[in-house]
């Protein structure tokens, strides 16, 4: 419908155009007594713009002008933004680069700590060791004794019977008082 409507605004005038002819051009001289009446109509032109602006001049300004100070406005509220991200950014570095001295410091924290875990853990064992040895020790002493008693015992029970001891009832008290002495 549009085109239609174009075409013909286009076609209308050059068919009235050139449908005049000589003739016209004729009486316009003898109405005017000019050939052309090209100063007429730059001073309707003249009139024209002269209208138009006086008419549209005002809007148009008001408009560029609201314009203006609309991309004015999210100019300066994307600067906002802009500053916001930044300063969020350096806080995120700031906070990133704290995170990470901390971190450091926990690896620094746990390395000792296992150090001295280990060194505990070393000292217990090797007082624990030390502990058995003893242990070991004593056993064997007491085992050796154990032995050597029921050694004694065997010989002694074997090779001597009460026959074979003379003891009289005093020396008896004897032993016995020192036994609980």
Known sequence: MKKLILLSLLVVPAILLASGGDSESSRYFEQTGRETDFLPRVVNFIIFVSLLYYLIANPIKSFFKGRREGIATKLKEIEAKLQAAKDEKRDAQARLDESSKKAEQIIVDSKNEALFLAQ???????????????????KMSLEERKSARKTINEVLSENITNDDIMIDESKVVDIISKKVA
Do not use: D, V
């Open 120 to 138: 505990k853990i070393s000292e217990a064992n090797e007082n624990e060791l030390a502990l058995m040895e003893k242990n070991l020790a004593e």
